[in-house]
T-cell receptor, first 115, second 109 residues
């Protein structure tokens, strides 16, 4: 594989269920990010990780958790899904944070519907 | 608060030139990015500006004025495949990207 993969591609989920969105990158990038994209709004950062073993909260972290056990994987978990979490979720990675020119590269996205 | 403003939608004709504007108010500035996003796909990187002036890359150019908090993306010789959303994003003082809502560009033959 080359780049970033996400799974599943799409999912319909009942409210209250637990769900983990998977993200894997093979570029050996240090930093990884989770965004949600909703119609009429810009991409909003949920959580990020500057390097394996560390994570941080973004703009909209409530209801989500992440882990970064190794460089390649950055799963996003919804502990108890609610309809307001219906969105398209994008995972991204970048080589190095703390630099202005550091470019983020995006996975194909997961379309999640919570009923 | 931090804010990125772009027009919601623009329409242009195949073969023509279009300019997509972006204004920003952020806590700090560490560069401005433009991304292209086709419907149902991931955003892909187009350009990066950190100094004032014009950066040209083929049919696409991006301009930045830091004193005015303003950038534009210029697309020349428009092709049907350029129909997409164009996202403006600014890296703030914490090196986090703040994203605009995007401009949907419709190209007509």
């Amino acid at each position: 594989i080359a780049g970033i993969t996400q799974a599943p591609t799409s999912q319909i989920l009942a409210a209250g269920r637990r769900m983990t969105l998977r993200c894997t990158q093979d570029m050996r990038h240090n930093a990884m990010y989770w965004y949600r994209q909703d119609l009429g709004l810009g991409l909003r950062l949920i959580h990020y990780s500057n390097t394996a073993g560390t994570t941080g909260k973004g703009e909209v972290p409530d209801g989500y958790s992440v882990s970064r056990a190794n460089t390649d994987d950055f799963p996003l978990t919804l502990a108890s899904a609610v309809p307001s979490q219906t969105s398209v979720y994008f995972c991204a990675s970048s080589d190095e944070t703390g630099k202005g020119a550091d470019t983020q590269y995006f996975g194909p996205g997961t379309r999640l519907t919570v009923l | 608060g931090q804010n990125i403003d772009q027009p919601t939608e623009m329409t242009a004709t195949e073969g023509a030139i279009v300019q997509i504007n972006c204004t920003y108010q952020t806590s700090g500035f560490n560069g401005l990015f433009w991304y292209q996003q086709h419907a149902g796909e991931a955003p892909t990187f187009l350009s990066y500006n950190v100094l004032d002036g014009l950066e040209e890359k083929g049919r696409f150019s991006s301009f930045l004025s830091r004193s005015k908090g303003y950038s534009y993306l210029l697309l020349k010789e428009l092709q049907m495949k350029d129909s997409a959303s164009y996202l403006c994003a600014v890296k703030d003082s914490n090196y986090q990207l703040i994203w605009g809502a995007g401009t949907k560009l419709i190209i007509k033959p």
